[in-house]
């Protein structure tokens, strides 16, 4: 299995609506990743996690929660967005260790805010 | 701060031309460089990945570079075809002082790719 699996695929919110992004990946990798990417630009970094904890965030909103409840799996909460936080939101993972180091990427959530 | 450029921004070439995407990065201290492809509202798709200590990788059609010393890597496309078009996109990943990545891509804005019959 070398896929990394994002639910759902398409996601529309209120700006006070709760949701939640899965990203599951069963490949032994034990950092994951949330990249944000806004229309016609390269994805950004969002959030890393390594062996389950978070070790970058890059001053990401309140309002964008991460979670990781163990190596496989990666939650991003939402709550209370803004429609400008509207993209699409890929999750990845990576080997541990000094491997290669090269990042698999989930098909993306679609997000649209209202 | 890492920054990748890559150039051209967009390139249409006939089906069957040999081309060449081009990725520059300012910070020599890479961990790895990774072309991507990224189909329109889909994820993307691991193309290649050259360690800091290679200078090249393949796979099938593809060729990438890497010159570390002066911050480029170019990716070559063979015999290009319609089913290629997409955006490519280069990304590096920085050293840390422990000698493994950081854990973040550095992404260039990519190449917009079409390949017309």
């Known amino acids: 299995d070398t896929e990394v699996t994002q639910t759902p695929k398409h996601l529309v919110m209120g700006m006070t609506n709760k949701k939640s992004l899965k990203c599951e990946q069963h490949m032994g990798h034990r950092a994951m990743y949330w990249y944000k990417q806004k229309a016609k630009k390269p994805p950004e970094l969002m959030f890393v996690?390594?062996?389950?904890?978070?070790?970058i965030n890059e001053s990401v909103p309140s309002r964008f929660s991460p979670e990781c409840p163990n190596s496989s799996l990666l939650n991003l909460h939402l709550h209370a967005l803004q429609p400008e936080d509207s993209a699409l939101y890929l999750c990845a993972s990576s080997p541990p260790g000094k491997g290669t180091g090269e990042l698999f990427f989930g098909e993306g959530s679609r997000l649209t805010v209202l | 701060k890492q920054e990748v450029t890559q150039i051209p921004a967009a390139l249409s070439v006939p089906e069957g031309e040999n081309l060449v995407l081009n990725c520059s990065f300012t910070?020599?201290?890479?961990?790895?460089l990774q072309w991507f492809r990224q189909d329109p509202g889909k994820g993307l798709t691991s193309l290649l990945l050259i360690q800091s200590s290679q200078r090249e990788q393949t796979s099938g059609r593809l060729n990438a570079s890497l010159d570390k010393s002066s911050g480029r890597s170019t990716l070559y496309i063979a015999a290009s075809q319609p089913g290629d078009s997409a955006t490519y996109l280069c990304a590096v990943s920085s050293r840390n002082a422990g000698g493994t990545s950081y854990g973040k891509l550095t992404f260039g804005q990519g190449t917009i790719l079409t390949v017309h019959p």
């Open positions: 996690y390594s062996y389950e904890k978070l070790s």
């Open positions: 910070d020599s201290a890479i961990y790895n």
